[in-house]
């Protein structure tokens, strides 16, 4: 299943079934499949949630998508992760993006602090979307602020630079 969480972006949720959804979602527009699900994290198999990466990869690219690959651990997130997400999502240009793990709350999380970096959606409305799918995002809070306060900031110097 597949949920939409913005513009361009969208989630898929558990369950998945592997080629078939790849297909699927490069039959619905979906350009870009980020996978946010470590290897280890995996056991090998058919499915989307037993599939290694270059198992991933080689669907995702037979059915015409691109493909990124950043393994998250929830609790161990780096910034070089926030901002490898971000730059996917703006090399996606107009693009759909679908972004999996193994429930969706990986690929939300990543999808929140990303926008919250570009300062594209307050942390509330990730949050709230988060509940509303039943995830909680609380934890993840006070870094989609800060993420937030410092996009605003250096939005401000460099117009402050400009004059």
Same mark, same amino acid.
């Given at each position: 299943m597949v949920k939409r969480v913005g513009d361009?972006?969208?989630?898929?949720v558990a369950p998945q079934r592997g080629k078939y959804d790849i297909e699927?979602?490069?039959?619905?527009g979906i350009n870009l499949l980020i996978n946010f699900r470590p290897d280890d994290d995996s056991t090998g198999g058919n499915d989307l949630l037993t599939m290694l990466s270059?198992? %991933?990869? +080689?669907?995702?690219? @037979?059915? &015409?998508m691109d493909y990124v690959h950043i393994p998250v651990v929830p609790t161990q997130i780096s910034d070089d992760q926030i901002t490898a997400t971000a730059e996917a999502i703006k090399q996606a240009g107009n693009g759909y993006i679908l972004g999996s793990c193994r429930t969706g709350m990986r690929a939300l999380i990543m999808y929140?602090?990303?926008?919250?970096?570009?300062?594209?959606?307050?942390?509330?409305? %990730?949050? +709230?979307?988060?509940? @509303?799918? &039943?995830?909680?995002l609380?934890?993840?809070?006070?870094?989609?602020?800060q993420l937030t306060k410092a996009h605003?900031?250096?939005?401000?110097?460099k117009a402050a630079a400009k004059g």
């Open positions: 361009r972006f969208f989630v898929a699927e979602a490069a039959k619905g270059a198992e %991933i990869e +080689a669907q995702a690219r @037979a059915a &015409g929140g602090l990303a926008q919250s970096k570009i300062g594209a959606v307050k942390p509330e409305d %990730i949050i +709230a979307m988060g509940k @509303a799918m &039943g995830f909680d609380m934890e993840h809070r006070e870094r989609m602020i605003t900031e250096a939005e401000k110097a």
